[in-house]
């Protein structure tokens, strides 16, 4: 099992910046690789943002790519969230999920997942 908790949403202008984290424990935590997801009410759950297990290599959304960073720390069991320029359209739940499957941005393919942090962007 690997426990994901989430944090550092909240509320910010359009144009504005918010870093979320995630902390991961239970099983050693490079074994996996990590990703970001967003839910807007009555949408689909979204892949936002990828990470390979040893960091070396990232992926994105082409709504977020060059906008949002990921990042991990495998020392400090943690990944994060860089998410600058933000649009109102960026306004969901974020959620923090963990895959063995290195790449997917399939959210059926993770097998664990966080309780979601919720960002709203104003106009």
């Known amino acids: 099992q690997v426990q994901l908790v989430e944090s550092g949403g909240g509320l910010v202008q359009a144009g504005g910046s918010l870093r979320l984290s995630c902390a991961a424990s239970g099983r050693t935590f490079s074994n996996y690789a990590m990703g970001w997801f967003r839910q807007a009410p009555g949408k689909e759950r979204d892949f936002v943002a990828g990470?390979?297990?040893?960091?070396?290599?990232?992926y994105y959304a082409d709504s977020v790519k060059g906008r949002f960073t990921i990042s991990r720390d495998n020392a400090k069991n943690t990944v994060s969230l860089q998410m600058n320029s933000l649009k109102p359209e960026d306004t969901a739940v974020y959620y923090c999920a963990a895959t063995y499957f290195s790449g997917t941005t399939d959210a059926r393919h993770y097998d664990y997942w966080g309780q979601g942090t919720q960002v709203t962007v104003s106009s």
């Open positions: 990470i390979r297990q040893s960091g070396g290599s990232t």
